[in-house]
């Protein structure tokens, strides 16, 4: 037989977007587009700031207006497709990178400012800080913008949104007086004080979750010296440090409204020497800003005891539209080249901890000096006035923490070869870990503004530590995003940590039941998970004694066939007890990276074990003390594994025959497949079933390989192929490897094989539309 080998997964992948996006099109206005990898223009479409933990796409989604938007949203919805809006595509977080083969929508067309007679500004779900300066410059007008003309304004509003002029204005999503929504299922509403007051509270702060946001209003104040403001750009040598820390130390407990500083510390890339630089800008009269100025100047000329060598100044009075361009002699406006990996750590101080900031200045010059390929990499300080902040009631947005934000310290690894990624995240963790401990921040817990967030941070840190923030925004959720698509940076199963627990609360029903799980309750997960894969609230439907949450954390921690349940070896609790001591308790990441098959709670289990026979004996090796364990609740089989992702085509193997962990259920392809109602018998007739009960392990009614190969085949088909019996042999074999996920392998003639996969391939469509599938694996021989 002839051998037709199928070029990628993804190949697939992309056919069957093609072919669902293939009536969409037809809706959607003439300028909007819908752009496959095959585009041209796909690689600068995809292209992000960073590369650290980017998303991948299989398509971008251009809306030209807002009904376009409104289209896509209830097409892609109903059909399950997970989606991200893009703004300026600055966004960083670990959970970025856990979003595959989504739908990008590329916001660019929303890309307009405009001032209003009444002062405020409309401002598109797409513009970015750059595409609003000149507008609001003109118009005399000036409100808190960030510092970076190429993020999107949006996606950092909705964050919270600080710059310059907030110890003036208070934070952008202070300024915001109505937003303009499409929600999840197309549908579009506004949302201000008066309409959908909840929603404008929830947008303010943590409005990443709720809705695509198409337009802004904000207010804006009349300028101050006709919106020219004093800018010095300082270098001074590394010894001027406690100087400059000293200094800014003074300043900040009575922070003048209009007085802005970013520090840096970087690497000269040429010479490979660390360079300190400091950037004033005052937003008012020269002489006031010169006066800043001079505080920094060569001792003894400085305003504390501690020596200053300032290498150089450099002094502007610019105005505010230009002022991103030029300050810290540029370097700002060169955070607008992407490509590069970037991989943020950051936490919010109250002032510096001098001698901890000089250990990790030190430690930035070692990493560099020990990583060349991470030269780029940077510490970065804002330190911008309060006032405004504060003036904003706190409990009117939700942005949370506002009181812990003096200065905002972001410690950032930076390269463009992948060899130095670990080094750089060791490095940058490790320091914002420390920054976050109450002794060299000043504050008594942990807290970052969420646009710097990493993602690896509980919620509390960014939303907000009274209860009622979290508790307002899982409602707030459920309202408005049931089915969690917006969870920031993916799906709900792809969720970024500090969505997750939103998610998990505010999409899942209550507890229902609490106490140990009972082996009939495990039965029912089983299946449940069979059946319905990641999608828990189903699940937890079916379970009917435990929410969504509960099944998953026991499916997870306990019920996954995959995990490892063997007793930990000697080996491996050295590796432990390594991983704790140099990377800290982050049991998540260290099973990721050394124990793949077993659990987070498992290795902090086994850890405390350890430490508790330490304490006891002194000594780790001990056994004196049992490991609290897990025994399986014996169920018949095991089942399988659901994925996570809708489709992952990184994932997908091409051109060999998949491996498979059951016996598969394999069925004769031979019959004629324009038949679009195949009953039971029909399969029958042509199927030879080789292992039922190994195909379908559980031997719960309704879930058997009869009822799966039916639902494969019940598919109706529009398809124009006619196959008859004896055009081809074949032979397919349907393997569910893992929940929702299966496996096909075709064997056919060759002459026959594009259309007999047309055919395979607008089934599975349909069934990934549905749900009833997440993932296709296939190979063709
Ligand atoms: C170089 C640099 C400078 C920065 N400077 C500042 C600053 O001065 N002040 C500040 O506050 N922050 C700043 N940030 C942080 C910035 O606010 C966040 O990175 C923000 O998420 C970037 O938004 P974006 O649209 O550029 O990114 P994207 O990656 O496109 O979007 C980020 C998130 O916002 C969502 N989003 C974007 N547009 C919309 C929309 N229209 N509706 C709904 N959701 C949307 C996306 O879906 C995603 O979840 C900076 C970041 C970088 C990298």
């Known amino acids: 037989m002839p051998t037709w080998r199928t070029s990628s997964g993804a190949t697939l992948v992309r056919t069957l977007q093609k072919r669902s996006f293939r009536n969409l099109t037809s809706e959607l206005s003439p300028d909007a587009i819908v752009c496959t990898p095959e585009c041209p223009e796909w690689a600068n479409q995809t292209l992000r700031w960073s590369t650290w933990s980017a998303p991948t796409f299989n398509m971008v989604f251009i809306p030209a207006e807002e009904e376009d938007l409104r289209i896509g949203l209830e097409y892609m919805t109903s059909h399950n497709i997970s989606f991200l809006a893009i703004g300026g595509g600055h966004g960083t977080s670990i959970q970025l990178g856990e979003l595959h083969g989504a739908v990008a929508i590329n916001m660019e067309n929303f890309n307009y400012a405009v001032m209003n007679p009444d002062g405020t500004l409309k401002v598109g779900g797409g513009a970015k800080f750059g595409d609003i300066y000149p507008v609001v410059h003109e118009a005399g007008r000036e409100l808190t913008l960030g510092n970076c003309p190429c993020v999107g304004a949006t996606g950092a509003v909705l964050g919270g949104g600080h710059g310059r002029l907030q110890g003036k204005h208070g934070l952008s999503a202070d300024a915001v007086t109505s937003a303009r929504v499409v929600l999840w299922d197309g549908s579009v509403v506004e949302a201000s004080a008066t309409e959908n007051a909840d929603l404008f509270w929830g947008l303010r702060g943590a409005g990443h979750n709720f809705g695509i946001v198409t337009e802004l209003t904000l207010n804006t104040w009349p300028q101050e010296n006709d919106g020219m403001h004093y800018n010095a750009a300082m270098e001074f040598t590394s010894d001027s440090l406690e100087g400059i820390l000293a200094t800014i130390n003074d300043i900040i407990p009575n922070q003048d409204p209009a007085l802005a500083l970013d520090m840096f510390f970087y690497t000269n890339p040429e010479t490979f020497t660390p360079v300190i630089t400091l950037n004033v800008v005052y937003a008012g009269p020269r002489e006031i800003g010169e006066e800043y100025a001079a505080r920094f100047a060569t001792s003894p000329s400085n305003y504390t005891n501690s020596h200053i060598t300032r290498v150089s100044i450099n002094e502007t009075l610019i105005a505010w539209d230009e002022l991103p361009h030029v300050i810290a002699n540029g370097l700002i406006d060169m955070a607008c080249i992407d490509g590069a990996a970037t991989n943020i750590y950051s936490s919010s101080t109250a002032r510096f901890d001098i001698p901890h900031t000089r250990q990790l200045f030190d430690a930035y010059v070692a990493f560099v000096e020990g990583n060349p390929l991470a030269v780029l990499s940077l510490v970065f300080y804002e330190v911008f ?49 420390q920054l976050f401990e109450p002794e060299h921040s000043g504050y008594d817990r942990p807290a970052v503004y969420l646009n710097y967030a990493h993602g690896d941070e509980a919620p509390e840190t960014f939303y907000g530590y009274e209860p009622w923030r979290l508790e307002r925004l899982r409602r707030l959720k459920q309202q408005y995003d049931p089915r969690g698509y917006l969870l920031v940076f993916g799906g709900q199963e792809l969720a970024p940590l500090q969505f997750l627990e939103i998610a998990r609360n505010g999409l899942r029903n209550k507890t229902k039941f609490s106490g140990p799980w009972t082996p009939a309750e495990d039965d029912k997960l089983r299946h449940a998970v069979l059946m319905h894969g990641t999608k828990w609230t189903k699940v937890s439907e079916e379970v009917g004694s435990r929410n969504g949450d509960q099944c998953w954390k026991r499916w997870h921690d306990n019920l996954d066939p995959q995990i490892d349940h063997s007793p930990w070896t000697g080996e491996e609790d050295a590796v432990l007890l390594q991983m704790v001591q140099e990377t800290g308790r982050n049991w998540r990441d260290i099973v990721n990276k050394n124990f793949p098959n077993r659990t987070p709670l498992s290795a902090k289990n086994r850890y405390g074990l350890l430490q508790r026979r330490q304490d006891n004996n002194g000594d780790y090796s001990s056994s004196s003390e049992r490991e609290p364990s897990f025994t399986p609740t014996p169920g018949p089989h095991a089942v399988p594994t659901p994925t996570t992702e809708m489709i992952r085509a990184s994932d997908m193997h091409s051109g060999t025959r998949l491996s498979t962990t059951s016996s598969p259920f394999a069925f004769d392809l031979s019959g004629d497949l324009t038949a679009t109602n195949m009953n039971t018998q029909d399969i029958g007739a042509t199927s030879t079933v080789l292992d039922e009960s190994a195909f379908w392990p559980i031997g719960v009614p309704g879930a058997n390989s009869d009822s799966l190969s039916r639902r494969f085949l019940d598919m109706p088909t529009q398809s124009d192929i006619r196959l008859s019996e004896g055009d081809f042999e074949s032979a397919a074999e349907i393997v569910p490897d893992r929940s929702k996920a299966l496996h096909v392998t075709v064997s056919c003639n060759a002459g026959r094989l594009e259309e007999v996969m047309h055919h395979i391939s607008k089934n599975m469509s349909e069934m990934m539309a549905t749900g009833e599938i997440q993932r296709v694996e296939y190979s063709v021989e």
């Open 385 to 433: 006035a309060q006032q405004g902040v504060l003036a904003q009631r706190a409990e009117d947005t939700a942005v949370g923490n506002r009181e812990y934000a003096n200065v905002l310290a972001l410690v950032q690894a930076i390269y463009t070869n992948q060899s130095v990624a670990d080094a750089g995240d060791a490095w940058a963790r490790e320091w914002r870990d």
